[in-house]
């Protein structure tokens, strides 16, 4: 997710849980007298996709600095691509910004020092500015 890599080594263990993809469609109601609503589709919302993520000094990781660079992707409004293994999202067609970032403080250590917190974050598509066919021509 742009330059924050997810993965597991002998010495850090840096992953997502719990991943869903929404979509939702866009529709009008034109109300008739005295007869059923005619529903028009009037097309697609932007995709948004959650997950969570533990970020822990337990498991190499340090939350401090994890949790500044994502908040500092989400308040600027970075532009991310999204990969999976081998798989870019949506094909290289969109791009995600950071939505939200809840962030549940979890463990510290004697001296206030962050040493464990779960982040859920909310991803929402970034469509490119021209139009993209994904349907047969």
Same mark, same amino acid.
């Given at each position: 997710?742009?330059?924050?890599?997810?993965?597991?080594?002998?010495?850090?263990?840096?992953?997502?849980?719990?991943?869903?993809?929404?979509g939702t469609s866009r529709y009008t109601t034109h109300n008739r007298h005295l007869?059923?609503?005619?529903? *028009?589709?009037?097309?697609?919302?932007?995709?948004?996709?959650?997950?969570?993520?533990?970020?822990?000094?337990?498991?190499?990781?340090?939350?401090?600095?994890?949790?500044?660079?994502?908040?500092?992707?989400?308040?600027?409004? *970075?532009?991310?691509?999204?990969?999976?293994?081998?798989?870019?999202?949506?094909?290289?067609?969109?791009?995600?910004?950071?939505?939200?970032?809840?962030?549940?403080?979890?463990?510290?250590?004697?001296?206030?020092?962050?040493?464990?917190?779960?982040?859920?974050?909310?991803?929402? *598509?970034?469509?490119?500015?021209?139009?993209?066919?994904?349907?047969?021509?």
């Amino acid at each position: 997710m742009g330059d924050v890599v997810f993965s597991v080594s002998q010495n850090v263990i840096k992953t997502f849980q719990n991943m869903q993809w929404n979509g939702t469609s866009r529709y009008t109601t034109h109300n008739r007298h005295l007869r059923a609503p005619i529903v *028009e589709f009037t097309g697609r919302d932007a995709d948004t996709i959650t997950f969570n993520i533990t970020l822990s000094a337990y498991l190499g990781v340090n939350p401090r600095f994890e949790i500044r660079r994502l908040t500092e992707m989400q308040r600027t409004g *970075e532009v991310l691509t999204l990969v999976l293994g081998k798989w870019i999202i949506w094909g290289g067609h969109s791009r995600w910004v950071i939505r939200g970032l809840n962030r549940g403080l979890e463990r510290f250590d004697k001296d206030g020092e962050m040493l464990s917190m779960k982040v859920a974050i909310t991803l929402l *598509e970034y469509p490119p500015r021209k139009r993209v066919r994904y349907g047969p021509k």
